[in-house]
C-alpha cells in the first residue's frame, strides 16, 4: 500500500506507557501516513500509569523513534502536552530532538483558517479544579479498557473480529458523562469562539468529533486507546476525520466533513 501524504496530521490520547496504547495500530498509521506537519495533541506519554507501574514495552519505544525519525527527515512535530503530560509543559517553546514543545499554538490551513491547537483540559472543569476526582475517573476509565482488552483477546482467540468497545459502550449508556461531553464541547465553543478564530482542534475526552457549534468549528481527534482516529488536513485545506483500522492490507476508513465545512 502506499502511503498516504497530508499537509497536517493531528494525533492525541496514545497514552504510551499505559496497558491502553494500541502501539500495534498507531505504529500502522505511523508507517502508512506522512505530513509536512505532525501535531501531537496531549497525553502522548502517560506519566499518571508510570507513576504507580513501570510498563513500557519495546513497541512503545519503537513509537517514539518512529516520532523522532519522522522529525529527523523534515517533518515539523510540534508536541501540545496534556494532563496525563503535564510535566512537560514547564518546557514551553523548548526543542528535544527536532520537537518543539507548545503548550498551544495557532495552525492556519492552506485556506488561511485559523485553529487552536490544544489538548483540552483546560476547559474540563474536574479536571482543572477537581484534579483527584479525575484521577479516580481516569482509573476506573483504565480498569475498562484492560477489562475490553482481554475481551479483545478472547474474541481474535475465537477468530471473532470486532471494534467493539466495552469503555464507550459504558460512556454512551451512562447519561452524565454524555452530557459531560456536550458540556466540554460548549465550554471550549463559548470561551473562544470571539477570539477571531475559526475552530479549535483538541483531544482529551477521547471521543473523535468535528461539528460545527454556532458557526465554530469544533473537532476533536479522538485517541489511540479506543477509536483509533486522526485528522488530517489535505493539500486544498480539507480537514477530514480518519479512523484507521489495521488491517493485512492496511486499509483506512474515513469519515469525511460536512460539505459546508469544506469552505
Keep these: 500500500?502506499?502511503?498516504?501524504?497530508?499537509?497536517?496530521?493531528?494525533?492525541?490520547d496514545l497514552h504510551l506507557g499505559s496497558t491502553q496504547c494500541q502501539a500495534d495500530v498507531l505504529l500502522d498509521f505511523l508507517k502508512y501516513n506522512e505530513s509536512e506537519k505532525l501535531y501531537l495533541v496531549g497525553d502522548i506519554i502517560d506519566f499518571w500509569s508510570l507513576s504507580k507501574k513501570m510498563y513500557w514495552p519495546r513497541d512503545h519505544?519503537?513509537?517514539?523513534?518512529?516520532?523522532?525519525?519522522?522529525?529527523r527527515h523534515?517533518?515539523?512535530?510540534?508536541?501540545?502536552?496534556?494532563?496525563?503530560?503535564?510535566?512537560?509543559?514547564?518546557?514551553?517553546?523548548?526543542?528535544?530532538?527536532?520537537?518543539?514543545?507548545?503548550?498551544?499554538d495557532v495552525h492556519s490551513t492552506s485556506t488561511g483558517k485559523q485553529f487552536l491547537i490544544v489538548h483540552g483540559d483546560e476547559y474540563d472543569t474536574i479536571a482543572k479544579c477537581h484534579k483527584w476526582l479525575a484521577k479516580l475517573g481516569s482509573d476506573g476509565y483504565?480498569?475498562?479498557?484492560?477489562?475490553?482488552?482481554?475481551?479483545?483477546?478472547?474474541?481474535?482467540?475465537?477468530?471473532?473480529?470486532?471494534?467493539?468497545?466495552?469503555?464507550?459502550?459504558?460512556?454512551?449508556?451512562?447519561?452524565n458523562v454524555v452530557q459531560f461531553i456536550s458540556d466540554?464541547?460548549?465550554?471550549?465553543?463559548?470561551?473562544?469562539?470571539?477570539q477571531g478564530l475559526d475552530g479549535v482542534i483538541c483531544g482529551h475526552i477521547h471521543h473523535a468529533e468535528m461539528k460545527d457549534i454556532d458557526g465554530f468549528l469544533y473537532i476533536n481527534t479522538g485517541d489511540f486507546v479506543e477509536s483509533c482516529t486522526a485528522i488530517v488536513e489535505h493539500a486544498n485545506g480539507t480537514l477530514e476525520l480518519i479512523k484507521w483500522h489495521k488491517t493485512e492490507s492496511a486499509i483506512a476508513h474515513h469519515e469525511p466533513l460536512e460539505a459546508d465545512i469544506h469552505r
Design 1 to 12: 500500500m502506499d502511503n498516504n501524504t497530508y499537509r497536517t496530521i493531528w494525533i492525541s
Design 61 to 71: 519505544n519503537t513509537v517514539i523513534q518512529k516520532v523522532l525519525r519522522k522529525a
Design 74 to 104: 523534515g517533518t515539523q512535530v510540534i508536541y501540545i502536552p496534556g494532563n496525563h503530560d503535564e510535566n512537560i509543559r514547564q518546557y514551553d517553546d523548548y526543542v528535544f530532538g527536532d520537537i518543539a514543545v507548545k503548550n498551544s
Design 142 to 175: 483504565d480498569f475498562l479498557i484492560e477489562v475490553n482488552r482481554l475481551l479483545r483477546m478472547v474474541r481474535l482467540w475465537f477468530g471473532i473480529h470486532s471494534n467493539f468497545s466495552l469503555a464507550a459502550f459504558v460512556k454512551f449508556k451512562v447519561k
Design 184 to 194: 466540554y464541547e460548549e465550554s471550549i465553543v463559548n470561551t473562544l469562539k470571539d
